[in-house]
């Protein structure tokens, strides 16, 4: 078993930056690749950000890109996403996942495990 636990989430105003943290505690000796989701109210959990497990590929969604940055360290088994040029549209609460495996994908129900997620809320 995989523990996921969020971090980082508040209010900030449009332009601003926040970063969230996903510590990563359990089983943690297998290869997972980690991904941020988000899920605003009314709609469908989607993809934001991935990173493969050695943490040199990453993947980002066309809404995001250019403004998050998600990394890890192993050492620390913490997985990061910086947040920097937020819009109201994205105002979710974000959630880590882990999927057992090197390469990251971008269907939530291919993911083992998740956090309980952290509300992120961009003001204008």
């Known amino acids: 078993q995989v523990q996921l636990v969020e971090s980082g989430g508040g209010l900030v105003q449009a332009g601003g930056s926040l970063r969230l943290s996903c510590a990563v505690s359990?089983?943690?000796?297998?290869?997972?690749?980690m991904g941020w989701f988000r899920q605003a109210p009314g709609k469908e959990r989607e993809f934001a950000a991935g990173i493969t497990w050695s943490g040199d590929m990453t993947k980002y969604a066309d809404s995001v890109k250019g403004r998050f940055s998600i990394s890890r360290d192993n050492a620390k088994n913490t997985v990061y996403l910086q947040m920097n040029g937020l819009k109201p549209e994205d105002t979710a609460v974000y959630y880590c996942?882990?999927?057992?495996?090197?390469?990251?994908?971008?269907?939530?129900?291919?993911?083992?495990?998740w956090g309980q997620g952290t509300q992120v809320t961009v003001s204008s």
């Open positions: 359990g089983r943690t000796d297998s290869n997972y690749a």
């Open positions: 996942a882990a999927q057992r495996g090197f390469w990251v994908v971008t269907t939530a129900n291919s993911y083992n495990y």
